[in-house]
């Protein structure tokens, strides 16, 4: 494992002023920006379109990690994928056939990955995880910020990081939901590659100093 990636969740920041937050966090010196997407359905809650991806899409370099939390994720991954979206992940618990979603999103020119939620067990996707260039877990119950860490998900990321090892795969582990300074060592600690941190970043004086910290803490545990 190399550095430890910390991912700003937009859902977090200032809807009127995405521009000036998405630009304290890149000077922090990060390289994913998490893009929440939410329909209302699979999740309780609304978020953002293809449009919004758009239009900040001209505002940064960083790679927009877009996180579809929808029903019908497939339907809509090709507009975001357009919108300027790097890598697009869906859910397990929605796709009919993973191997085949995929397929779909990397057709595109994207990155693909597969996420579970906190109820679905590691196993699910197993037998995927080389058609993917990520996998998600869910540290909480999908839908909104600012909710404790599951201790559930650190098993499932140890679970995932030795069926990487010994399939000798490249795909990559993300964590979202809950991480923050005092327990980024813990996700990372269980093997994680990139945390997912939304009010964290977003509501900290400094959202830099944050960023830093966060990964101080989170390195620290794989030392």
């Excluded at 990636?5 to 010196?29: F, K």
């Excluded at 906190?118 to 869910?138: H, I, N, S």
């Excluded at 813990?186 to 509501?203: H, K, Q, R």
């Amino acid at each position: 494992m190399g550095k430890i990636e910390i991912a700003p969740s937009i859902l977090s920041a200032d809807a009127a002023y995405l521009a000036r937050d998405i630009g304290r966090v890149e000077d922090a010196g990060i390289s994913y920006l998490h893009i929440d997407i939410m329909d209302g359905h699979f999740v309780p809650n609304l978020s953002y379109s293809p449009m919004v991806v758009k239009a900040i899409r001209p505002l940064s370099k960083l790679v927009f990690d877009v996180h579809l939390m929808l029903a019908e994720p497939l339907r809509y991954a090709e507009a975001f994928a357009r919108a300027g979206a790097d890598l697009i992940t869906v859910h397990a618990e929605v796709v009919s056939d993973a191997k085949e979603a995929a397929k779909i999103l990397h057709s595109y020119g994207v990155k693909a990955g597969i996420s579970v939620k906190p109820g679905t067990p590691a196993e699910v996707v197993f037998d995927v995880l080389g058609d993917y260039d990520l996998v998600l877990v869910m540290s909480v119950e999908p839908g909104f910020g600012g909710q404790k860490y599951m201790d559930v998900a650190t098993e499932k990321i140890a679970a995932l990081r030795r069926q990487i090892i010994e399939n000798q795969l490249h795909t990559l582990i993300e964590v979202d939901g809950g991480i923050g300074i005092q327990n980024a060592g813990i996700p990372a600690g269980a093997g994680a590659d990139i945390l997912v941190a939304g009010s964290a970043v977003f509501g900290a004086d400094n959202p830099s100093a944050a960023i830093r910290a966060m990964q101080q803490a989170a390195e620290k545990a794989v030392r």
